[in-house]
DNA sequence: TCTTTGACCAGATTTCATATCTGGTCATAC
DNA sequence: GTATGACCAGATATGAAATCTGGTCAAAGA
């Protein structure tokens, strides 16, 4: 359209337009679904020419993922920032509670979550083995954490509360999809829930996990901003290079502080 | 209803028939899946026409819902037996245990609960909305009585513990679809397993089950008698109507025990 | 008369050839 | 060195023809 007058060296500039391709992408992505959406479409809503996306990422598959990375990341963002304010989030209660709604609140992410056909086309649940791996890895440094501050039940392995939390968290999900008419798409919306709100399920959720995973015994106050301190180090870590892999500028200009963003430029 | 004279050489023939039909379809089923299973196929496995398979089931798929509801029943009454030899199977966390490990150790149950598309073809969750509506009655009733019995934490509502023992439950169940390759067949059996047994995972469930719902006052042993006696007869006519909108015979030559049998002729 | 059967048919499913679309490339313009 | 959009191969949609199979029913058998 309006060609830049004057080539940019400005890699600011990159970032933001890899965030306004992105923009253009969940926007499309959630009024029309995956299936629906071409690349030049997303171009057009960009305002760029289509070739420059593939400036971004490699594939239309890496675009859309990275919208759903970013989704991720700032679902896990409005964790860290809760944690910082209340060191208590970090209890996988706290925890599971308000990474439910905040996975809930997010229709990309129910969408992803709950592999909504419709949304995803057959991208659903095309995941990433090395994603699957860093989540698995953190996961189990997350509750090895929780376990040596003493927040877990002794008498299970921090391994063990980390495969029951996983199936017990993602059977609270897919319920939701359940109610929500999840697999067979003709009983959406049946009748009214058996636990009526989807606070109250997230405290249901959060109900359980404190029961059957943690520790009884109350953490003083400072042990548990020294553990927050720690779980906000291993996602802030975690968010940080997620999907990095493919998206690491391979001229190098992708500097340390271009971590905090997704789709700095990578085509040679 | 006693059948007019010649009418009927032996209703025990029409239900060991019928048997045989379920013996047939059970094998094709679980050998090549729904999608590769002919009625025909079926109808020779039981050395029988057609025809007759029609005699017993208006449609293929009604066929294959009843084949899936006897190993549902088989599972159940399994559990049922353990609850008479003890009484405390009927405990939310045994029954959890025991329920699992009934499923898991059964390939179509399996299949079914993880719906697997190999094996049922897009049978796959076909539910009969009828079933879900029994089966959600008869969950909300097997909480109301525990709650009644003092079994339950007293600050939960039955009908939550329902959701949440539900929820919980099936990700559980999933839980075992992901480690064994679910939705993504290339992964298949990935590395091992985080917890390394299903006995080791049944455990698991049943804690957390335990510890999430139940109040840790123990039951009197006569009381848990009592209460294991009521949990029986609910699941024993949960089993015993299981599917037989359609199964029951329209002439009235079903009677009261033929419905501990699927499958007694019902055509006109 | 009532039960059982298998040939038969409509409609569903698969196949295969053709047309269309779109992800990704690259020569060109800036 | 950056950005673009025309271009192409391969993926995907379309549709016609061939095949298969669920379900029916007239007739044979008890």
């Known amino acids: 359209m309006s060609p830049t007058a004057g080539r940019s060296r ?8 890899a965030a306004r391709i992105l923009d253009a992408a969940e926007d499309l ?13 997303v171009a057009v809503g960009a305002n760029i ?13 890496k675009l859309f993922a990275a919208v759903f990375d ?3 990341a700032r679902a896990i963002a409005e964790l860290l920032v809760a944690m910082r304010t209340r060191p208590s989030t970090c209890l996988p209660h706290h925890f599971a509670h308000d990474y439910f709604l905040a996975v809930m609140h997010r229709p990309l992410l129910r969408g992803l979550l709950l592999a909504d056909p419709e949304l995803l086309g057959r991208l659903a649940r095309q995941h990433d083995p090395a994603w699957d791996e860093r989540h698995h890895l953190v996961s189990e440094r997350y509750f090895r954490l ?8 002794a008498e299970l392995g921090a391994d063990e509360v980390a495969y029951a939390f996983q199936a017990t968290f993602e059977g609270f999900v897919r319920a939701e999809g359940e109610l929500a008419g999840g697999e067979n798409p003709a009983l959406r919306s049946a009748a009214q829930p058996a636990v009526a709100t989807l606070e109250r399920r997230a405290d249901l959720l959060a109900r359980t996990v404190e029961l059957a995973f943690e520790n009884n015994r109350p953490v003083a106050a400072d042990e548990l901003r020294l553990l927050a ?17 493919d998206l690491v ?4 200009f992708a500097d340390r502080a271009d971590r905090a963003e997704l789709g700095t430029p990578a085509a040679s």
């Open 29 to 41: 992505l959630l009024r029309h679904g995956a299936r629906r959406v071409t690349v030049e479409d």
């Open 146 to 153: 929780l376990a040596e501050y003493g927040v877990l039940r």
């Open 229 to 245: 301190a720690d779980v906000v180090d291993l996602f802030t870590d975690l968010v940080d290079r997620r999907g990095f892999a």
């Open 10 to 17: 400005d890699p600011s500039r990159g970032r933001e337009r």
């Open 49 to 61: 020419g289509k070739g420059t996306v593939y400036l971004h990422w490699e594939t239309r598959e």
């Open 249 to 252: 500028d391979r001229r190098g």
């Open 70 to 72: 970013r989704a991720v």
